[in-house]
């Protein structure tokens, strides 16, 4: 049997798709005049401004940084995208394709984040956001077309032809293993968050007029931050 569980409020959920929903509007109005701000600025300025937007990114990619010894935080293994040198590669133009790609999919872009962070899961990498939640439950996974994205586990005890069929599926990208699935949800807030952040720096600077949208999601992503940085803390520990 399977047995199955919530994996995240209501509420959280929809502040998660109201942000993505102003972020793919705001592209689709100003996609042209802030990668022409962007693109002719300097690479001073190109820096400056990510910095800006977010101030502890890494210098280089995780695995530059890897290679010389450095140990490496949660958010290079989610986030190996947001480190100065790849945003700045091709005179910026990968940022800007970067922007692009997270703001215009409209599954947001669902495979390249579940193969990330597959990738982790099968070298034993991926931090946990779970809190030991799913201890003992057997092969936890998420259907993620179920929009009331409930968790759902094959216990210890089942068949081995049970536990065989949702295996399969998960490794045919038809189910998504639960840690795999939570890990997803902070490595997509903590992404909008930082689009959020750096489209305000190109407002502020070009004045532009403020966006409604975003001003009515303001209070929404602040508390989408404040669980952002607590999960990311708690996988750290």
């Known amino acids: 049997s399977i047995s199955e569980h919530t994996a995240g409020g209501e509420d959280e959920k929809h502040a998660s798709h109201d942000q993505h929903e102003a972020l793919r509007s705001w592209w689709l109005r100003h996609c042209k005049e802030f990668s022409t701000w962007f693109l002719t600025s300097s690479e001073e300025e190109r820096r ?3 910095l800006e937007a977010s101030p502890d990114m890494a210098p280089t990619t995780a695995a530059t940084r890897q290679a010389a010894g450095e140990k490496l935080r949660v958010t290079d293994l989610l986030l190996p ?5 790849g945003l700045l590669a091709a ?25 990330i962070l597959n990738g982790l899961l099968r070298r034993q990498s991926l931090p946990r956001f779970d809190q030991g939640a799913f201890d ?20 210890p005890a089942a068949s081995a032809e049970v536990r065989a069929a949702v295996l399969a599926k998960i490794d045919a990208g038809a189910l998504v293993e639960a840690n795999v699935f939570l890990a997803c949800k902070v490595r997509r807030d903590a992404i909008a968050c930082f689009l959020e952040a750096i489209f305000r720096v190109f407002e502020e600077r070009e004045a532009l007029a403020e966006d409604a949208r975003f001003n009515a999601i303001r209070s929404a992503q602040t508390q989408q931050r404040i669980r952002l940085m607590d999960a990311l803390l708690d996988a750290q520990a």
């Open 48 to 50: 400056a401004v990510l």
């Open 81 to 85: 995208e947001l480190n100065l040198e």
């Open 91 to 115: 005179d910026g133009k990968l940022g800007v394709l970067f922007c692009t790609k997270r703001c215009v999919s409209k599954d947001r872009c669902a495979a390249a984040d579940y193969r």
């Open 136 to 155: 003992g439950m057997g092969t936890v996974f998420v259907d993620p077309c179920d929009p009331e994205e409930r968790v759902q586990a094959v216990p």
